[in-house]
């Protein structure tokens, strides 16, 4: 059998995968602004710059000055971390979890598509009502479903057990910027990411829950 050889190289490129990863947070740091967010927040802002090669993302971000703090508290406790969509639980690097913390998403459940068409809502949504018990000191992380962030704020203002914090990223262009807004104005006191707009998205969320566990870049 033999060896594995690579292909003739053609192009002029870095392939150091430790350059690599050390020039693109050089890169950030020189093209994005960071004085208007929380000062522990800006490595979760790094993050998320990176897992979207966008940026000026950082000029949309809100974090509320309690965002880091409380995510991270609530995960070294063993909160678990509940999600509106697959692609963000499959997002998350497990090695970073300080407590081998659940990554919870609700979306295949098989009562799921029935709930939804009793609740007159998405599938997405109704998942989050599954996971009602779970959400005491949680870490909930919306990335794709606007109506699921609305959805989550509706049943927070109805009584629902509050989460420790809130990443609200869902991404689109029916309901995305209005979510997001309403998370931003209602007055629950609970601390919250977000980011301003129609930009968002699972792999948005997921970089956002990347850094929030501990302080290494």
Do not use: W
Not at 55 to 74: C, N, Q
Not at 180 to 193: G, M, R
Request: glycine share 8%.
């Amino acid at each position: 059998m033999s060896l594995l050889s690579r292909p003739t190289r053609r192009y002029d490129y870095v392939a150091d995968g430790a350059a690599i990863y050390d020039e693109s947070f050089a890169t950030i740091r020189r093209e994005a602004t960071f004085d208007h967010l929380p000062a522990d927040a800006e490595r979760v802002a790094v993050r998320m710059v990176h897992g979207t090669g966008q940026t000026d993302l950082t000029d949309d971000l809100v974090i509320h000055p309690r965002l880091v703090s409380a995510a991270r508290a609530a995960l070294n406790n063993g909160a678990p971390i509940i999600t509106d969509a697959h692609m963000v639980a499959s997002g998350v690097t497990r090695a970073r979890l300080p407590r081998d913390n659940e990554v919870l998403c609700a979306l295949r459940d098989p009562g799921v598509p029935e709930l939804a068409k009793d609740m007159g809502t998405t599938r997405s949504a109704a998942a989050l009502s599954l996971l009602t018990d779970r959400l005491d000191g949680a870490v909930v992380a919306i990335g794709n479903a606007p109506t699921a962030l609305f959805h989550l704020l509706e049943m927070l203002l109805d009584g629902a057990p509050r989460p420790a914090a809130i990443v609200g990223v869902p991404v689109g262009f029916i309901g995305a910027a209005e979510s997001k807004q309403a998370l931003e104005e209602v007055d629950l006191d609970i601390p919250f990411l977000t980011v301003r707009g129609r930009r968002g998205g699972s792999a948005m969320a997921a970089s956002a829950l990347n850094a929030l566990p501990q302080e290494r870049e």
